[in-house]
């Protein structure tokens, strides 16, 4: 039986630096992550991996959206960084099962390209705010192998710290913390809560993604008022956000008997919000059921321009926090998870290590002039017929989908979903 050795994985969705002086150590400033090696990217590539990343998003949303009846929320694009990193250490059984799990190509493609796509999120002269950066924090006496470090700082801009988890476990812990709290402009907080850093911590990864935009089109604060929104146990009054677009504005619409897709632009129109929203006010679970990597694409792509006479969407703001274990387990990589045969012996010599807890907390918070998005992951190894364009209406009064994308790639940095925009 192996011995147990644990890692903490720490993967942060949203990560942009406050102002003040913070009294840890850092790899590099929050709000300016490390340049990575893209040189051998190519189109080809790049769609490789960002089909990789938004097929397992959907195959996370759908496991989620079973399990809870709530608003849902999380980056798939974060989680699948994350793991990206911890699968550079994995091997045999385990590595295959990930690689298969998040639709990863060989390594000669991943690697190049997923740099690639980080390189563009952290571009810089744009009017919005995004940024993503990768980080990790090491036992100062554990034997890592040097190769698994240098490819993880040369393609996912990973540069190491080194702490002591067990003479230090508060100070370890804070350090991290607030590396994470700057990164996600305070949004989230106290990741690693006190007791979690033992002397079985050997690794804690942390990739940080950070999104704040305005809208192309900003919504008039004075046109928001309280209307009714349709929840599966009733109706309710919401703040809803109304547009009645002027100047010939259009924006790029799809339908069919069923859903009515709306894409909502930011400013510089490199990112956009993407509504997937059910015509009949009770069909989400149907829209679930239904919506798969391939559909998706078809609804998107099939997008044309539009007039839209009116533009109905709620304001709101939550939370959510979820353990991955069994999900990540169910969808094809429970290798990974025992302390028995997981082999990340590409990390470490020594072969003893195991992941033993991904939990994955987001915020998002949509208004009149755009969106806010945040989020975190642990993971601890322990050891129909078309309308007229003047006609189109459409009103997000009742559950729907949405996600947010980076549009050169069609990388999916955010998804979710609205059940009660009240709660």
Known sequence: MKKI????????????????????????????PPTVDDSDSTLEGI?????ANNKFSIDLYKELSTSNNGNLFFSPYSISSALAMTYEGADGKTAQEMKAV???????????????????????????????????????????????????????????????????????????????????????????????????TK?????????????????????????????????????????????????NYYENEKIQVLELPYKDKELSM??????????????EQEITYDNLNEWIKGQSIKN?????????????STNLNEILAKLGMPTAFSPEYADFS?????????????LHDAFIKVDEKGTEAAAATIVRMNRSSALLDDEIIFKADHP?????????????LFMGRITNPSS
Request: negative net charge; proline residues 4%; glycine residues 4%.
């Open 346 to 358: 590409k990390m470490t010599s020594k072969n003893e290590l195991y992941i033993a807890l991904v």
């Open 47 to 51: 769609t490789q991996v960002t089909s």
């Open 274 to 287: 993407i509504i997937l929203l059910p015509k009949e006010t009770d069909g989400l679970k149907t829209l």
């Open 400 to 412: 729907f989908i949405f996600l947010i994308k980076e549009n050169s790639t069609d990388t999916i």
């Open 102 to 200: 998040f639709y990863f190509p060989d390594s000669e493609i991943l690697r190049p390209n997923f740099a690639a796509i980080y390189s563009t999120i952290n571009k810089t002269d744009k009017q919005y705010e995004l940024r993503t950066g990768n980080a990790l924090w090491a036992q100062n006496d554990y034997e890592f192998l040097p190769e698994y470090f240098s490819t993880i700082e040369k393609y996912y801009g990973g540069k190491v710290t080194n702490l002591d988890f067990i003479n230090e476990k508060e100070l370890s812990r804070k350090t991290i913390n607030n590396f994470i709290e700057e990164q996600t402009n305070n949004r989230i907080k106290e990741i690693i809560p006190q007791g979690a850093i033992d002397n079985d």
């Open 203 to 251: 690794l804690i990864l942390s990739n940080a993604i950070y999104f704040l935009g305005k809208w192309d089109t900003e919504f008039d604060k004075g046109n928001t008022e309280k209307r009714d929104f349709t929840t599966s146990t009733g109706t309710i009054q919401t703040s809803m956000m109304f547009m009645a677009p002027k100047d010939n504005k259009k924006f």
């Open 5 to 32: 050795i644990i890692i903490l994985l720490v993967i942060l969705f949203i990560g942009i630096a406050t102002a003040g002086t913070v009294m840890y150590l850092r790899p590099y400033e929050p709000n300016n």
């Open 308 to 320: 839209i006479k009116e533009i109905y969407l709620p304001k709101f703001e939550f939370k959510t």
